[in-house]
């Protein structure tokens, strides 16, 4: 209790209390701009952390998180445009209604529901983050190495049409975590004497590169929404809450959603988006009424945005208990922490009680924070799509650029930032997930502590000693499993085909 | 044409794991977490984790390959495959070289004068029509002056000044 007591008295402070509505603000101002997200508007605030302390920081950066998956939810009522990629199946019921003359209760729905998902994730979080630390307490290297393994396996099943393609992007960000100074024995690995390798590649540059410079090339080459894109008159912002039997009756589709939402966001890598496409999918099969849905069913709009923000507790979990991102946007987060020098672990939970509650007063207030918002400043981000093309490509790589020398005023810094740009937009085309490859980067060290750690301990090279604790060998062998899923399912077509 | 390049992008990531895992034999055995033990039949080295990389990496980028080669087989491809558009090209091209030209001149020019260039480059760039781009000048600008002064005089961020007479001038105007 008296964390909590703690957490609240931090958050209730002026400075504490205006970063996370400024935090809020900017992050649905990213996601009703289309091409841009939050994960954008976490990247491009990077600059402004380096100097502030520990916990406004983590307000901040929660607040632009919780924010930013709430407010994608304008354009796709609106326009049929996903403000991110997680309001994706907002639009199926969304614009209908839009269209059919009720944007302004699709809009209420969407809010109230989007708060309400996300407080039940952060919930969640609250209620379960303290017993998986304490969980997590006895994990020793092996268990930590398995969850490290199982969490890229995850993160490239979920996030790429091929596992392969995403095992090979995480395999590469490892190795790249390899480059510098070997922690342990202090050997200088891979840097060709080259002054700024020998510090090691620092990861944020790495994910600028990857997550805003690539995808300003992709908007220009045409293959993402465009900013700028020609809207036309912009409709008259009206809100109209949901009435208290429309929430009664939806609340099974609501649990059910918020349930599966902080399930899949606490998976890593899949995110909001995945969560709210289950989300969906579940409420067309369990409804009396499948028919409806596509066609501007308001439980439509309920199950994808109560699970995209129930994603959000739930993809918070292992990133504070375990050091292990569910997201691109955790990953980002988790970094805020790993430059303040903090790296998430069961410790952090018995030593920074502050923190970790300041955390999650500001993720519960959050969705208070971004409701209000939402009614009370639409018309304020749908006039932000009047801003000039040239204007906001500008600002991200100037913002980018800034961030990144800003570490270590290293211009070299710079240079790896674009080549990760150009990297990461050939990825994406050939269709390698670029989350995998920087989860690898962010987990290569705890990845390789811990993989030498067991084997040291061990006295012994044989994979056999991560099979020793009965957690590492589950989490082991349902990677395994999830590693040759593919390979039975491809053999499965193939003998259907003959047999056809 | 991507296609392609995935051949080529698994090769490279082969060709690079082959390098690394010989370079790293070469690392000087000093052992993780203290001196070696003779007592032990086996303690890790600097190199160690490196190598296992190398090798699973190199494994998934042949499995890949192969992969790919029985997608050939099996699935259709998709002739009709989105292709960005001369125009679409044309300014993707002018917006790196503008970006690529914007990191080189960082340092010699310092960051306010080489921010206020980029911007108005920008604008040349991504708006063609004439009211667009008076508007986005005139945006840009605005926006230009603010980043300066809140990365350079609130934040202190320790960013580029330039050199020489671009020093002096970025001094007087905001240092």
Redesign the interface.
């Given at each position: 209790m008296q964390e909590w007591l703690i957490g609240l008295e931090t958050i209730l402070q002026a400075q504490n209390l205006f970063l996370l509505f400024l935090g809020v603000f900017i992050g649905m101002t990213f996601a009703s701009l289309p091409g841009l997200n939050n994960l954008t508007a976490l990247i491009l605030m990077l600059p402004f952390i380096y100097d502030m302390p520990t916990i406004p920081a983590m307000i901040f950066m929660c607040s632009i998180y919780g924010g930013g998956i709430h407010g994608g939810c304008i354009l796709a009522i609106l326009f049929k445009i996903p403000g991110e990629p997680q309001s994706v199946c907002t639009c199926f019921d969304g614009y209908p209604m839009a269209q059919q003359g009720k944007s302004a209760e699709a809009m209420g729905i969407a809010f109230t529901f989007s708060s309400l998902g996300g407080l039940f994730g952060v919930l969640v979080c609250i209620i379960t983050a303290p017993l998986i630390s304490r969980m997590a307490e006895a994990f020793g290297p092996a268990e930590y190495f398995a969850f490290v393994v199982f969490g890229l396996v995850v993160a490239s099943s979920v996030g790429s049409s091929s596992m392969l393609k995403g095992l090979i992007g995480a395999c590469a960000g490892l190795l790249l975590g390899t480059v510098g100074v070997s922690p342990g024995s202090g050997v200088m690995r891979f840097t060709g004497d080259i002054h700024i390798l020998k510090m090691g590649i620092q990861y944020v540059p790495i994910i600028m590169g990857v997550f805003a410079l690539s995808e300003l090339l992709k908007m220009l080459l045409g293959s993402g929404p465009d900013l700028g894109s020609n809207l036309g008159t912009l409709p008259k912002w009206t809100v109209k809450l949901p009435s208290l039997s429309f929430i009664k009756s939806s609340f099974k589709t609501f649990l059910r959603s918020a349930a599966s939402g902080t399930l899949v966001g606490f998976l890593p890598g899949a995110g909001a988006t995945a969560a709210s496409f289950v989300a969906y999918g579940l409420e067309v099969k369990y409804s009396k009424n499948p028919e409806k849905y596509g066609k501007g069913e308001p439980k439509g709009i309920v199950a994808s945005e109560t699970a995209n923000n129930a994603s959000y507790g739930g993809a918070m979990i292992p990133m504070l208990t375990m050091g292990i991102p569910g997201s691109s946007s955790t990953a980002v987060i988790l970094s805020v922490l790993m430059l303040k020098g903090i790296q998430p672990s069961p410790a952090v939970f018995q030593n920074m009680p502050e923190m970790i509650y300041s955390v999650f007063a500001a993720m519960l207030l959050v969705n208070f924070v971004m409701f209000g918002q939402s009614i009370f400043f639409g018309r304020l981000y749908l006039n932000m799509l009047k801003l000039p093309k040239a204007a906001i490509y500008f600002i991200i790589v100037v913002f980018c650029t800034v961030g990144t020398f800003s570490i270590r005023s290293s211009i070299e810094d710079v240079w790896i930032m674009a080549f990760f740009g150009l990297l990461g937009y050939g990825m994406d085309k050939t269709g390698f997930p670029t989350a995998s490859l920087v989860l690898g980067v962010i987990l290569a060290d705890l990845a390789e502590v811990s993989f030498i750690q067991t084997v040291d301990s061990a006295g012994s090279p044989s994979p056999l000693v991560f099979f020793a604790s009965p957690i590492s060998s589950a989490l082991l062998i349902i990677a395994i499993l999830l590693l040759i899923n593919p390979l039975f399912k491809r053999l499965y077509r193939l003998k259907y085909k003959m047999a056809s | 044409m991507?296609?392609n390049?995935?051949n080529v992008?698994?090769l490279g990531?082969i060709a690079?794991?082959l390098i690394?895992f010989l370079?790293?034999l070469n690392?000087?055995a000093?052992?993780?977490?203290g001196v070696p033990d003779p007592n032990?039949?086996?303690?890790?080295?600097?190199?160690?984790?490196?190598r296992?990389?190398?090798v699973?990496?190199a494994i998934?980028?042949v499995?890949?390959m192969i992969?790919k080669k029985l997608e050939n087989y099996t699935a259709k491809t998709d002739k009709n495959e989105?292709r960005?558009?001369a125009a679409?090209?044309r300014?993707?091209l002018a917006?790196?070289a503008a970006?690529?030209a914007?990191?080189a001149l960082?340092?010699p020019i310092g960051?306010p004068i080489a921010?206020m260039f980029?911007?108005l480059i920008?604008?040349l760039?991504?708006?063609k029509s004439a009211f667009?781009a008076a508007?986005?000048a005139a945006?840009?600008s605005l926006?230009?002056a603010g980043?300066i002064v809140v990365?350079c005089k609130i934040?202190?961020?320790?960013?580029?000044r330039g050199l020489g007479v671009f020093r002096e001038f970025s001094q007087w105007l905001i240092f």
């Open positions: - | 991507f296609k390049i995935e992008l698994c990531l690079t794991a690394m370079v790293s690392f000087p000093v052992y993780i977490w032990r039949p086996y303690q890790a080295e600097a190199g160690t984790w490196p296992v990389i190398c699973v990496l998934l980028c499995l890949r992969d989105e960005p558009h679409n090209i300014q993707t917006f790196t970006v690529g914007y990191m960082l340092v960051f921010t980029f911007g920008m604008v760039v991504l708006d667009g508007k986005s945006v840009i926006i230009s980043v990365f934040l202190y961020l320790p960013l580029p």
